[in-house]
């Protein structure tokens, strides 16, 4: 079964606008931990956020917002006025605190992100 | 601070061949995980490697193993390669202090290409 998903394939925007990817995911765990990646062009895979379960406090990092919401098993991230720079596929990731599970990041199929001028 | 390192770039093989990738763990860091991303797709995790022992495994066959140095660096080995074998193959490490460690962020490599032909 598919732990997380992406359900939004592309997303294209013109410059300077709002963009949201919305990630559902889905464990019986009560200890989990949650990523989001940017995967640019280039193919290497950027980290930028880790949450943890217990942690439900929204984060903003310059134009980067997330909305945790364990209620509806979510984790939504937010590009405030985007740049074509933006444009890359990013992708939320799950990783359960369990023996079988160490070490092991859990990704949804990615959101492509367009962003044109 | 160096980053995670990973080479060849791109490769180009036969079925029924044997390959060799290989991963440098960035500065400081004890652990290094690898995944397999097929086009269009998410990363999906093949295994990851803790004080050169295997510390947890996805859903991939045995003629895919690994080993990790006493640097801490690795090597993923595929026999018998497969058509399907085609996809990025990205190195990721992380520090962990214990073996149970899933709570740590991930830092990818560019990855090596691998098409198998």
């Given at each position: 079964a598919q732990k997380v998903t992406q359900a939004q394939t592309e997303i294209s925007v013109v410059e300077k606008e709002d963009v949201t990817l919305d990630c559902v995911y889905e464990t019986r765990d009560t200890t989990y931990y949650l990523f989001w990646y940017?995967?640019?062009p280039s193919g290497e895979l950027v980290f930028l956020i880790r949450?943890?379960?217990f942690?439900?406090?929204n984060e903003i990092s310059g134009r980067y917002s997330w909305n945790f919401q364990k209620s509806t098993s979510s984790f939504n991230f937010t590009i405030t006025a985007s740049q074509v720079v933006d444009s890359a596929v990013y992708f939320c990731a799950l990783s359960e605190d369990?023996?079988?599970?160490?070490?092991?990041?859990q990704f949804g199929a990615?959101?492509?992100v367009v962003v044109t001028p | 601070e160096t980053g995670v390192t990973q080479s060849p770039t791109h490769l180009i093989k036969t079925r029924g061949q044997q390959v060799t990738l290989r991963c440098s763990s960035q500065s400081g860091h004890n652990t290094v995980s690898?995944?397999?991303q097929a086009l269009g797709q998410g990363p999906q995790f093949i295994f990851q490697y803790y004080r050169e022992e295997e510390?947890?495994?996805g859903n991939f066959p045995p003629r895919f193993s690994g080993l990790q140095f006493p640097n801490y660096s690795s090597e993923l080995n595929v026999n018998a390669l497969e058509l399907d074998d085609?996809?990025?193959y990205l190195c990721a490490s992380s520090w962990v202090l214990t073996s149970g460690g899933s709570y740590n962020e991930q830092f990818f490599g560019p990855g090596t290409r691998l098409t198998v032909l």
């Amino acid at each position: 079964a598919q732990k997380v998903t992406q359900a939004q394939t592309e997303i294209s925007v013109v410059e300077k606008e709002d963009v949201t990817l919305d990630c559902v995911y889905e464990t019986r765990d009560t200890t989990y931990y949650l990523f989001w990646y940017k995967q640019p062009p280039s193919g290497e895979l950027v980290f930028l956020i880790r949450r943890n379960s217990f942690d439900e406090q929204n984060e903003i990092s310059g134009r980067y917002s997330w909305n945790f919401q364990k209620s509806t098993s979510s984790f939504n991230f937010t590009i405030t006025a985007s740049q074509v720079v933006d444009s890359a596929v990013y992708f939320c990731a799950l990783s359960e605190d369990r023996t079988d599970s160490w070490g092991k990041l859990q990704f949804g199929a990615g959101t492509q992100v367009v962003v044109t001028p | 601070e160096t980053g995670v390192t990973q080479s060849p770039t791109h490769l180009i093989k036969t079925r029924g061949q044997q390959v060799t990738l290989r991963c440098s763990s960035q500065s400081g860091h004890n652990t290094v995980s690898w995944y397999q991303q097929a086009l269009g797709q998410g990363p999906q995790f093949i295994f990851q490697y803790y004080r050169e022992e295997e510390n947890g495994r996805g859903n991939f066959p045995p003629r895919f193993s690994g080993l990790q140095f006493p640097n801490y660096s690795s090597e993923l080995n595929v026999n018998a390669l497969e058509l399907d074998d085609s996809a990025l193959y990205l190195c990721a490490s992380s520090w962990v202090l214990t073996s149970g460690g899933s709570y740590n962020e991930q830092f990818f490599g560019p990855g090596t290409r691998l098409t198998v032909l």
